[in-house]
């Protein structure tokens, strides 16, 4: 499926459920300006503007073959950008401002992917974030929180080339980053 728009603009009203959801593979989205009623930071996916994220039949499904490129995202209450056990993923070209949190998040196993030539502005959070929640939480020494290591792997980031973007003038956060992940690279 791809989703082609020169100029449209499509407005949530509501910021509890105002995102893209893209719940398929092999979706592209393209050329869209998507905004949003927000005053609060929220986490869910579809709290935010263009989120890759199947939780269909109760569990939680990879997505394969998506492509974001050439939108803008403003005033999101989740993240800009959402890529949950994303893999073989492109976002290129977009412009995600005022996003209440990260600007671009990756997370849950996302893989084989690229986030390159980016602008990315006035984020309440990361304004591009890679992030792995292998493990349990807490303060349990190491041996402990990964004891099951080869089944955790599958929640690991890994394989992710962010390149050439542009991050400036966050409310709060960090600029790129990356909190556990294999092979990721961070270039210009």
């Known amino acids: 499926v791809t ?9 949530a009203t509501s910021a509890t459920d ?4 893209i719940q398929g593979d092999n979706v592209a989205v393209y050329g869209f300006t998507l905004t949003q009623d927000s005053n609060m930071r929220l986490s869910t996916p579809w709290a935010g503007g263009i989120s890759v994220y199947d939780d269909r039949g109760g569990g939680r499904r990879r997505v394969q073959g998506t492509v974001i490129q050439n939108n803008i995202v403003n005033n999101s209450a989740a993240a800009g950008i959402f890529l ?6 492109t976002v290129a070209g977009n412009r995600v401002y005022r996003s ?7 997370t849950a196993g996302s893989s084989d992917g690229r986030v390159i030539h980016n602008t990315v502005l006035q984020t309440g959070d990361d304004m591009i974030a890679v992030v792995s929640y292998a493990g349990t939480r807490g303060t349990a020494p190491v041996a402990v929180r990964y004891k099951n290591w080869v089944s955790q792997q599958d929640e690991l980031d890994q394989d992710i080339y962010i390149g050439s973007n542009e991050v400036a003038d966050q409310y709060w956060g ?6 556990g992940g294999s092979n990721v690279t ?3």
């Open 84 to 89: 949950y056990k994303a893999s073989n993923f």
């Open 100 to 106: 209440w949190a990260d600007g671009i998040h990756m």
């Open 18 to 21: 105002g995102a893209l959801m």
């Open 3 to 11: 989703l082609y728009s020169s100029g449209a603009t499509i407005h």
């Open 174 to 179: 960090r600029g790129i980053s990356v909190v």
């Open 186 to 188: 961070i270039e210009n």
